[in-house]
C-alpha cells in the first residue's frame, strides 16, 4: 500500500475540537492526506472563547518538527498559532530548511476576539514567517494588524494584497468574507488576480474557519496542485463546511470537517 501525501500543521491546540491543530488534523484527513502535528500551545477554549493558553517552550516545538520532518517527510507545512516572538522565530528557522511549501495563517485573534499573538511578535511574523510562505492567508483584521491597511470594501483588497506581498509570501490571499455581500477572496502574486466568490451562507455556527481553508489550500498543496488550484479547491471545501456547521455548546459551533465524508448511521444494542 502507498502511503497519502504527508501534511504537517505547526498550531495551537482547541481543546473543543474546532479549530487549531485538531480542526487541520481533520480537513487534512478529509482531503485524503495523512496529517501530523507540532504543538505551539495548549489553549482551554470552547464554543464561548479562550479561557486560557500556555505555549510550549522552543526546544519542544523544534523537537517535534525535527521529530517529524526528518523521519516521515512532508509534502507541505501549515502554520497556525505561534503565540510569540521565540516561536514564531524558531518556526520559520525550521521552515527555511524544510523545502515543502508552506501556507501561513498569521493567526492574530480567536473567532471570539481572544488575542493568540503577543505584539511584539508581529515584527518576527512581517520579518521572519512570511518570507518563507508559498502563501499567506490573512483575514481583513490581520491584513491591519500586519500592515496598517484597513479593508472596507472589495476595491481595496487588491491594496491589501500588495502590502502582504511585500512582506515576502510567494502569493496572497485576502480574506474577505468579513466584507458585505458574497463571500469574496482576492489571491495573488503580484502579476496574476484569481477573485474567489461564494454566497454567502446563512450560518453562524464558523468556528475554526481559517485555519480548516489554510489547511485545505495545505492538504491540495501536497496533492500536487498549483497554487491557484489548491485555493480553489479548498474555498470550495471550506464553503460546504460552513453551509454544513453545527450547533455545540452554548455559543459558535464549528464548521463541519466531515461534512463529503458518508454519514453512516448506527442503530443501538440491546442495553
Known amino acids: 500500500m502507498q502511503a497519502p501525501p504527508r501534511v504537517l500543521t505547526v ?9 487549531g491543530i485538531q480542526a487541520d488534523l481533520k480537513t487534512m484527513l478529509a482531503l485524503g492526506t495523512h496529517g501530523m502535528s507540532v504543538i505551539t500551545a495548549v489553549t482551554a477554549q470552547n464554543s464561548l472563547g479562550v479561557q486560557g493558553a500556555w505555549q510550549l517552550p522552543a526546544a519542544a516545538v523544534t523537537a ?41 495563517d498569521p493567526v492574530g485573534v480567536s473567532k471570539h476576539g481572544d488575542t493568540l499573538l503577543a505584539t511584539d511578535a508581529l515584527d518576527a511574523v512581517r520579518t521572519k514567517l512570511l518570507p518563507a510562505a508559498t502563501v499567506a492567508t490573512p483575514n481583513l483584521a490581520e491584513v491591519a494588524q500586519l500592515t496598517g491597511v484597513r479593508v472596507t470594501e472589495e476595491a481595496d483588497l487588491r491594496r491589501a494584497a500588495a502590502a502582504v506581498l511585500a512582506l515576502g509570501p510567494r502569493w496572497a490571499l485576502i480574506k474577505g468574507g468579513h466584507l458585505a455581500g458574497d463571500a469574496v477572496d482576492l489571491l495573488t502574486d503580484g502579476t496574476a ?21 489554510a489547511s485545505a489550500i ?27 456547521g453545527f450547533p455545540l455548546g452554548a455559543g459558535i459551533g464549528p464548521v463541519d470537517h466531515g461534512h463529503r465524508m458518508a454519514r453512516g448511521t448506527q442503530e443501538a444494542g440491546p442495553p
Open 64 to 104: 517535534q518538527y525535527r521529530s517529524v520532518v526528518d523521519d516521515i517527510g512532508v509534502q507541505a507545512v501549515k502554520t497556525g498559532m505561534l503565540a510569540s516572538a521565540e516561536l514564531v522565530e524558531t518556526v520559520a528557522g525550521l521552515l527555511a530548511a524544510t523545502g515543502a511549501p508552506v501556507v501561513v
Open 11 to 19: 498550531a495551537g491546540s482547541d481543546s473543543g475540537g474546532g479549530a
Open 193 to 213: 488576480e484569481h477573485w474567489l466568490r461564494a454566497s454567502r451562507q446563512d450560518n453562524r455556527h464558523t468556528h475554526g474557519t481559517g485555519c480548516t481553508l
Open 218 to 244: 495545505a492538504a491540495r498543496l501536497a496533492h500536487g496542485d498549483s497554487v491557484p488550484e489548491a485555493v480553489g479547491a479548498a474555498k470550495d471545501y471550506v464553503t460546504g463546511a460552513i453551509a454544513a
